[in-house]
């Protein structure tokens, strides 16, 4: 049994939980039951179910992919890429977006409540994949009525479920386009990770993650967390045209250790206003998640395995200032669908912006997206 | 009135404390007084003084230049560029290498007793700028009764010295190596130097600097700052080649959260022994002063202007890994150069391991010091 609750406004973005009952077996062996998806979608599912598709989320995105954010009050993430006009439009489109499993803005996390003790889960959350968030994503779709999926289509770790979604359902994806993503987490990639998580877990007030009842989350550790990770998404080119040296509301340097620069401001501030609308736990569990992440050790070592006999078309995306997930990952995947004998389109565009690129404004990203989509129109 | 008391082993590294009078006057309007520098000394000055090297140290580098680290037991950290047969050669040279101004290894720092209070200085201790540390130096050469320097040589912060020292006194500075460096820290090396600060302010050990009363120094925000300082010093492909994804004494994953991967176990060591041997204020000091470094805006905004006139020779090398300080900086230290009419040689070598190249086995490195201070005797 499943129950459907709206919570929004149904005329544009509609936000429901579906409460499936499971259990969903985990990559780990452990068994998840049950299974709460928070999800949004847009526009209205054709008779033939043909018109649904699937927008994945990044790391610390969420479902309001085109609604106002609950929380922070703004836009959704990717309000160029899903409306009226632009390259996935709901007045065609089924568009369905689901907060990933162990994240928190409503679908099963570590900040939710573990039915056997009734308490949240905390760190007794099982460890989960980015193929166990796909999975909890083919069971909504399924309790959609969804057979297939028009198409897939993710940014960053976004991109990496577009990649398992087209590994591990084949038959449920036509379209996979995977954007300024990789096929594994390299040991760079960890690292910066592995950093964040110390930051949390360095942070007294972490608790080994027991801070639910308390009033006193690890802020200041989750916000160095991301300042870290947010360097990651932005070029070195970027941030120097961006706010160079440039001095924060003052003439000369103080001497002291405010933020004298512009760029200390700016991170300060992405640090602080993260921690209003992120959970530490989730965190720790979604950046394991992805360094866990390698695509070809799941299908024997050998990437093209994954995509082998494949009938998805798939366009590859990067970004020429990336250097999270460079140019290099998007070949790799690439090569191994070419392989695989897949049908693929990839291109690098070019964009000063680093690895964020593909959340921000780009009429090429979206003109890409948009021949992409509609050539794959039956 | 200055004091030298020697400390060590009088054969081979000479390490001494100089008390200066002082006062010495900062950047930043503060005066200093006394200035105390620790430091070691390698082979015999000439009669006429016209051996002297100063190798000058990286951000948590010492004076420990080659001979055992007294808290590590660990090897001096440029063994590979000074010894018997080595291009810097105590036979011949005679080496100098003192602990910055800020640092924690015995010079002038905020560990140090303020003679104000007879307390340690902490934030008291006044906000410094590379040209401090550099003026210090000077003070020390001073003191030492050498008056031109046959080399200054310095890779990272220590490269910055030497632009430093050759900008300063340029009369006092025959030969000036400048190694994996950049003429002034770009937004993206502010960003992550913030991080580290942040880090360890974000500790609640460190108490807004006054720890050193306390056995509970802000070791957790220290480590996190080492780390996420020490994905900067390599490259994403030299991590590769050392780490890539490989597991920890492990077979499988682990599904939680400790040490899956070696890279994050590498990194957490690099943490947790950073603690041991350096102070955390000064980690704070020292890194602020990078990121005030900007040589052309303490010369009218033209970088050329430092060097105006100069008869130093400059050599500066660059490691094409390296996107700390990547090679596009030391193209601007050597435009520069040319544009002042300076005698300038310049070369990037090919090495995997990123900026921390400058510190590891190069022949090639060591080829082209040698072969450009041999260039220089007279």
């Given at each position: 049994m499943a129950a459907t609750a709206p919570l929004d406004?149904?005329?544009?973005?509609?936000?429901?939980?579906?409460?499936?009952?499971?259990?969903?077996?985990?990559?780990?062996?452990?068994?998840?039951?049950?299974?709460?998806?928070?999800?949004?979608?847009?526009?209205?599912?054709?008779?033939?179910?043909?018109?649904?598709?699937?927008?994945?989320?990044?790391?610390?995105?969420?479902?309001?992919?085109?609604?106002?954010?609950?929380?922070?009050?703004?836009?959704g993430w990717w309000t160029r890429m899903v409306g009226p006009g632009r390259p996935i439009d709901p007045a065609r489109d089924f568009v369905i977006c689901a907060n990933v499993l162990g994240s928190c803005m409503g679908s099963?996390?570590?900040?939710?409540?573990?039915?056997?003790?009734?308490?949240?889960?905390?760190?007794?959350?099982?460890?989960?994949?980015?193929?166990?968030?796909?999975r909890a994503q083919a069971m909504l779709v399924d309790h959609l009525g969804i057979g297939r999926l028009r198409a897939v289509v993710g940014g960053s770790m976004g991109g990496m479920q577009v990649l398992e979604w087209a590994a591990t359902f084949p038959d449920r994806v036509a379209s996979a386009v995977v954007i300024a993503s990789a096929p594994r987490h390299s040991a760079q990639n960890i690292a910066f990770h592995e950093v964040g998580r110390q930051a949390i877990m360095a942070d007294p007030s972490w608790r080994g993650g027991n801070y639910y009842e308390h009033d006193d989350p690890p802020a200041a550790g989750l916000a160095v967390a991301r300042m870290a990770a947010h360097i990651t998404y932005l070029s070195e080119a970027g941030l120097t045209e961006k706010f160079g040296r440039?001095?924060?509301?003052?003439?000369?340097?103080?001497?002291?250790?405010?933020?004298?620069?512009?760029?200390?401001?700016?991170?300060?501030?992405?640090?602080?206003?993260?921690?209003?609308?992120?959970?530490?736990?989730?965190?720790?569990?979604?950046?394991?998640?992805?360094?866990?992440?390698?695509?070809?050790?799941?299908?024997?070592?050998?990437?093209?395995?994954?995509?082998?006999?494949?009938?998805?078309?798939?366009?590859?995306?990067?970004?020429?200032?990336?250097?999270?997930?460079p140019t290099s990952e998007s070949r790799a995947i690439v090569h191994a669908l070419n392989a695989a004998g897949a049908q693929v389109s990839f291109v690098e565009l070019s964009s000063p912006f680093g690895h964020d690129s593909f959340l921000l404004e780009s009429p090429a990203l979206e003109a890409v997206i948009d021949g992409f989509l509609k050539a794959g129109q039956t």
């Open positions: 406004d149904p005329r544009f973005g509609l936000a429901r939980t579906a409460r499936l009952p499971g259990p969903l077996r985990l990559d780990g062996g452990a068994f998840l039951a049950p299974v709460e998806i928070a999800y949004e979608t847009y526009g209205t599912l054709a008779a033939d179910g043909g018109n649904a598709i699937l927008v994945c989320h990044a790391l610390t995105g969420d479902q309001h992919l085109a609604s106002t954010h609950p929380r922070t009050g703004k836009p099963s996390g570590p900040a939710s409540i573990d039915p056997t003790t009734g308490a949240p889960y905390a760190m007794r959350f099982p460890v989960i994949t980015l193929r166990d968030m796909v440039r001095l924060q509301k003052r003439e000369a340097k103080s001497f002291g250790f405010d933020a004298d620069f512009q760029v200390e401001s700016y991170l300060r501030h992405q640090g602080i206003s993260f921690v209003d609308r992120f959970d530490a736990n989730s965190y720790l569990y979604i950046t394991r998640a992805m360094d866990y992440f390698d695509l070809a050790e799941e299908h024997g070592g050998l990437l093209a395995n994954a995509f082998k006999g494949t009938k998805t078309r798939f366009c590859v995306v990067s970004f020429d200032t990336d250097w999270l997930y």
